[in-house]
């Protein structure tokens, strides 16, 4: 690949997670009760514990950040710093908390 296809495919990773940033925090805030708190004990009662700490509120936020950060490409090595703990907890959730075939997916996808 060439250096011009590498940074599309850059451009291209960076806007999708972007969105799908955005869309995760935003969607927290606009429709609280549509929250998916997960099909398994493990995952339920991890989502619940999130939500009654008020924890999961902030992580909602600085997705909504780092969303925005991501889109308009400024301070990206901070950026990079915020979203590695929150992919982190993704994975862990989507691989281990609620493991089928649609969350290995969705987890593999966060990496």
Same mark, same amino acid.
């Given at each position: ?20 940033? =955005?869309?995760?925090? @935003? ?9 998916? %708190? /997960? +099909? *398994? &004990? ?23 950040? =780092?969303?925005?950060? @991501? ?9 990079? %710093? /915020? +979203? *590695? &703990? ?26």
């Amino acid at each position: 690949m060439g250096k011009q296809a590498n940074k599309g495919l850059y451009h291209f990773v960076r806007l999708i997670t972007a969105v799908w940033f =955005l869309y995760a925090g @935003l969607n927290f805030f606009l429709y609280p009760d549509n929250q998916r %708190l /997960g +099909l *398994v &004990p493990a995952s339920h009662d991890f989502t619940v514990a999130l939500i009654s700490s008020g924890l999961f509120t902030w992580v909602k936020a600085i997705e909504v950040v =780092l969303g925005i950060t @991501l889109l308009v490409h400024r301070f990206m090595p901070l950026t990079i %710093l /915020g +979203l *590695v &703990p929150i992919n982190f907890v993704v994975v862990y959730y989507n691989w281990v908390l609620e493991p089928h075939t649609g969350t290995y997916i969705a987890g593999g996808l966060t990496l």
